[in-house]
């Protein structure tokens, strides 16, 4: 079954949407890590996530096997996110959160990159200033305006595993938008979560043996139900469809948000934001997300078939 176009307002919208929904796991994920298996977590909100999308397209009376063709395909699809979200909860045991937050900041840019290689397309110098001002900006937030904390940044073993994450991050909105065939969304996301849960399984087995399922009190199960049902498989329904509509580094640069996420939910929890020290990357972060919207108006792009 085909999915009906996306236009560009309801694509901004849904990345939009997906964005919020993962600047809450970070917080969650680092918690739930601290208790279970890194990959145990990530295995566990995948299962739960394709559930649901089993469950939903049951439902619905919808529920299709895929050829063989098309198992492949969304395999590939899946590889991306996977490996991201593996390299993220492997990272954090010993990765901080700034270190992190720093490196993910190099997202859109390598998808802006790998776009232009693979779509052999040009993104034009406004996009690529607009990147690398969005990058600066958000540098400004993660270090409260003073840019010098570069320099401490070390590629140790933790932060190495994450920059590959977020080499693969980067691919993901491009295998989407290569390999989308015009089929139901649900469809799409429900099994290109099935393939990673498979995939993730072969190399979990050991350690979901290993682990102490008694640790799993009621705030961890609630912490996974929000990483299954809300930053995987909601999250991924919305990610699949912007990503279809909009550039590869359109995508991307809604992480820019994420700092600025992350200081409102300080906010809401009473820590203190000092203005003075992240105004300007506030400001930086916002008028890139302007400028990422218009410039595709600007270049006359409509709906995405």
Same mark, same amino acid.
């Given at each position: 079954m085909s999915h009906p176009p996306v236009s560009l307002a309801q694509a901004h919208g849904k990345v939009l949407l997906f964005t919020l929904l993962i600047s809450l796991s970070f917080p969650i994920g680092s918690a739930l890590?601290?208790?279970?298996?890194?990959?145990?977590?990530?295995?566990?909100?995948?299962?739960?996530?394709?559930?649901?999308?089993?469950?939903?397209?049951?439902?619905?009376?919808?529920?299709?096997?895929?050829?063989?063709?098309?198992?492949?395909?969304? $395999?590939?699809? =899946? #590889?991306?996110?996977?490996?991201?979200?593996?390299?993220?909860?492997?990272?954090?045991?010993?990765?901080? +959160? !700034?270190?992190a937050s720093t490196f993910y900041t190099t997202v859109p840019l390598i998808s802006a990159l790998a776009g232009m290689l693979i779509f052999r397309r040009a993104i034009g110098w406004g996009m690529l200033l607009t990147l690398l001002g969005g990058m600066v900006a958000a540098a400004l937030i993660i270090f409260r305006g003073d840019l010098g904390q570069v320099a401490n940044l070390s590629l140790s073993p933790g932060?190495?595993?994450?920059?590959?994450?977020?080499?693969?991050?980067?691919?993901?909105?491009?295998?989407?938008?290569?390999?989308?065939?015009?089929?139901?969304?649900?469809?799409?996301?429900?099994?290109t979560l099935i393939c990673a849960t498979l995939l993730l399984?072969?190399?979990?087995?050991?350690?979901?043996?290993? $682990?102490?399922? =008694? #640790?799993?009190?009621?705030?961890?199960?609630?912490?996974?139900?929000?990483?299954?049902?809300?930053?995987? +498989? !909601?999250?991924?329904?919305?990610?699949?469809?912007?990503?279809v509509a909009l550039q590869p580094e359109q995508v991307s640069a809604y992480t820019y948000l994420i700092p600025v996420l992350v200081l409102l939910t300080g906010?809401?929890?009473g820590e203190a934001v000092h203005w003075e020290q992240v105004g300007w990357g506030v400001g930086g972060v916002l008028l890139t997300m302007v400028v990422m919207v218009l410039l595709p108006i600007h270049a006359g792009k409509g709906r995405v078939p």
């Open positions: 890590t601290a208790v279970l298996d890194p990959l145990v977590v990530t295995w566990v909100r995948y299962l739960l996530a394709s559930l649901i999308f089993v469950g939903v397209q049951g439902c619905l009376g919808r529920f299709a096997l895929p050829s063989l063709r098309d198992l492949g395909r969304y $395999t590939l699809i =899946s #590889l991306p996110a996977l490996c991201y979200f593996v390299a993220m909860f492997v990272a954090l045991q010993e990765t901080s +959160a !700034l270190d932060n190495r595993i994450y920059l590959l994450g977020c080499v693969a991050m980067a691919l993901n909105p491009i295998l989407i938008k290569r390999y989308y065939r015009g089929e139901s969304f649900l469809h799409l996301t429900c099994w399984t072969l190399v979990a087995v050991p350690r979901l043996i290993a $682990t102490d399922w =008694s #640790l799993v009190s009621v705030p961890v199960a609630l912490g996974l139900g929000y990483l299954a049902l809300f930053a995987t +498989a !909601l999250s991924f329904f919305l990610f699949q469809q912007g990503s906010m809401l929890n």
